[in-house]
């Protein structure tokens, strides 16, 4: 009779079918037969169990993406579950509410693996947390990825396949209708794309409120009309349908200027309440100040370089010149201290990357010297750095766990082959 109970959760990944397109059975790997995996609720300061068991031909790994857990519990590459076995993974939730999604991790095939399917979400709640915002089923998750499917609507799979992957999924299926009220409602956005970069826009011009980013709550509202969304990054906006009528359509596509440009991701529509003399009510509000961010804290006393490259002979991707080594430690950080770490992307190909590191919440500094908007600074896991661009990160290692997590780029069709790099927090 303690707060710090425990709720459970099984998970069992295994091949499956889902269905994409209409009346078409679409070969997936599921967590419990579902494409994408199921939702998982915790609470912050209660802990969560999830015994996993592997019925797939190939070792498999669960990661909690932006989880503070203990290094046994992160699912690092080699820690796996091999076919047929199970495991106990356990998370405390001692973390901020936020938006967090779990996925495969095995070593060289989570590219492979996530693709296919191995994806769910993981949402850490606070009830006390800005209880003014849309909540329960005005509270929507918007999982993002794209698929290359073939004529028979079978998912295609190859590394580095970008351009084929046009077709784009919104919880597992492409262009969902969603059916809203005349209010406000919280979209959860999340890009679990491979390497697939958005930027969304609502096609009547309406504005998003950004409440949250990776790590939860910012400390006050963004308005804005276009979110980008790299792979990994999570997006919590408020969008209020009040003022549209009903019976209208309201789209979310993929804004101009970029790959799948004015592409239609979804489409809102916007049904009126049960009784139409009786207008919805609305009593969700988003506060001007959303939160109270943790202080940067104790002393900067390491500055890092992380250089991400690529290696033309070997054909792999590189971080500080090395592909990933299971084996080896690449940094050793102290736990409790503060770090700058000046990650540049050095590709000489002029294409993106990106850095996640595990059991952290970030604050991004600046790119290229120019400080960042509050909405991409705090508290973000992973980042998105432009080609020739150097990032500063300020890391406070504050998780009271020690041992080897990973940092890597979180475009996994690179990190899978070799854009991936470790620290050991002692
Ligand atoms: Cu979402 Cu190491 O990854
Ligand atoms: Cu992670
Ligand atoms: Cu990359």
């Keep these: 009779h303690s707060d710090r109970s425990t709720d459970y959760y099984e998970l069992s990944v295994r091949p499956g079918v889902a269905e994409i397109l209409p009346g078409v059975p679409t070969e997936v790997i599921t967590y419990n037969g579902s494409f994408p995996g199921p939702t998982i609720r915790a609470r912050r300061g209660r802990s969560v169990k999830v015994a996993v068991t592997n019925r797939l031909q190939t070792p498999s790994a669960v990661h909690l993406h932006g989880g503070i857990v203990p290094q046994d519990s992160d ?7 091999q076919p047929g076995n199970s495991r106990i993974y356990h998370y405390p939730n001692d973390q901020r509410a936020a938006t967090l999604w779990y996925h495969d991790h095995a070593h060289h095939l989570e590219a492979e693996q996530i693709y296919k399917g191995l994806c769910g979400l993981y949402l850490v709640e606070d ?3 800005a209880p003014t915002l849309p909540r329960g089923q005005f509270d929507i998750p918007l999982m993002f990825r794209d698929v290359a499917l073939d004529d028979h609507g079978q998912l295609l799979w190859a590394m580095f396949d970008a351009q084929r992957r046009s077709t784009v999924l919104v919880n597992g299926v492409p262009q969902p209708v969603l059916r809203v009220r005349r209010r406000k409602y919280r979209l959860r956005l999340v890009n ?4 697939r970069m958005f930027a969304f826009r609502l096609g009547n011009g309406a504005e998003f409120v950004q409440v949250a980013t990776d790590g939860g709550l910012l400390a006050r509202p963004v308005r804005r009309t276009e979110i980008s969304l790299w792979p990994a990054e999570r997006v919590e906006v408020v969008v209020d349908f009040a003022k ?4 209208s359509q309201i789209t979310l596509v993929n804004a101009q200027g970029t790959a ?3 592409t239609e991701v979804m489409r809102f529509e916007v049904v009126d309440g049960i009784r139409k003399d009786m207008p919805d009510t609305d009593d969700s509000s988003v506060p001007q100040k959303l939160s109270v961010l943790p202080a940067v804290g104790a002393p900067v006393m390491t500055t890092r370089k992380v250089v991400l490259s690529f290696d033309f002979k070997n054909l ?3 971080i500080n010149g090395k592909p990933y080594d299971p084996h080896r430690t690449d940094f050793t950080i102290k736990r409790g201290s503060t770090e700058i770490w000046e990650v540049t992307n050095a590709d000489p190909d002029p294409i993106p990357h990106s850095l996640h590191v595990h059991v952290v919440q970030f604050r991004v500094l600046d790119r290229d010297g120019r400080s960042v908007e509050p909405w991409e600074a705090f508290p973000k896991d992973t980042v998105s ?3 020739g661009e150097t990032v500063r990160l300020l890391i406070r290692f504050d998780a009271p766990y020690t041992g080897v997590f ?3 780029c979180h475009f996994v069709d690179h990190s899978s082959v070799a854009m991936m790099a470790q620290m050991r927090i002692v």
């Design 75 to 81: 699912g690092h590459p080699l820690d796996v579950i």
């Design 127 to 129: 009830p006390a947390e």
């Design 192 to 195: 679990t794309s491979n390497e």
């Design 244 to 247: 549209a009528r009903g019976g």
């Design 260 to 262: 799948l440009e004015n």
């Design 316 to 318: 792999v991707f590189l």
């Design 385 to 387: 750095i432009a080609s």
């Design 406 to 408: 990973p940092f890597h």
